[in-house]
């Protein structure tokens, strides 16, 4: 599980507007999910976060135009083909569910502090030399334009580079990869902080 196995210490992520849960990866008994993908029967297993991120986020394939994953068919192709294959192996992988603590939660089984916003995680970690790169950035149509993506963005670089005595990981780099043609992209590594090289 993606949890057990990332190279640094996990936990939640908050301020008084965002909160970052890990990406549940485990199973759960799903309730109240009618009309996801082949989920409505109401013993149907399947992946918490996943349901409704894969609900919010299919309608509209252009988030993936940037990122080398997705975008995905059904919800079976999202959890086996990315949270399984890709996130619950990789000690170097941490994704993140963004919930958004300004707006209700819509959903009966997800975080009830907010509404899912998106995800963001940690890509490409190395406990050995003390990087990092945050990734897989996606906020959601409703939410884009909001102070969700900067919020999120802050949460984990201040984790990442706060040292152990301030709660954080101590690490030395947070790097940041942008498609050169994503501008949208681009402005949220300038607006916090990073440089280009």
């Known amino acids: 599980m993606g949890i057990s196995n990332f190279c640094f210490p996990v936990r939640e992520l908050s301020n008084e507007r965002v909160k970052l849960v890990p990406f549940d990866v485990s199973f759960h008994l799903l309730r109240d999910f009618d009309s996801l993908d082949q989920c409505n029967n109401t013993n149907s297993q399947t992946k918490i976060h996943a349901p409704e991120f894969f609900a919010l986020s299919s309608p509209q394939p252009s988030l993936y135009a940037h990122i080398a994953r997705g975008p995905y068919t059904s919800l ?46 940690y890509l490409d970690s190395s406990a050995e030399h003390l990087i990092t790169e945050i990734g897989f ?58 440089v280009y090289e």
């Open 137 to 194: 950035v996606i906020t959601l149509p409703p939410f884009q334009r909001t102070h969700v993506t900067s919020n999120a963005v802050g949460l984990l670089l201040q984790y990442a580079l706060n040292t152990p005595e301030q709660g954080g990981l101590g690490l030395r780099r947070v790097q940041w990869k942008a498609n050169s043609v994503n501008a949208a992209s681009r402005k949220v590594a300038e607006r916090m902080g990073f």
């Open 76 to 121: 079976s192709d999202f959890t086996t083909n990315f949270l399984e294959a890709v996130i619950d192996p990789s000690p170097a992988w941490m994704l993140y569910a963004v919930i958004d603590k300004t707006r209700p939660s819509c959903s009966p089984t997800n975080d009830p502090s907010g509404a899912l916003a998106g995800a963001i995680g």
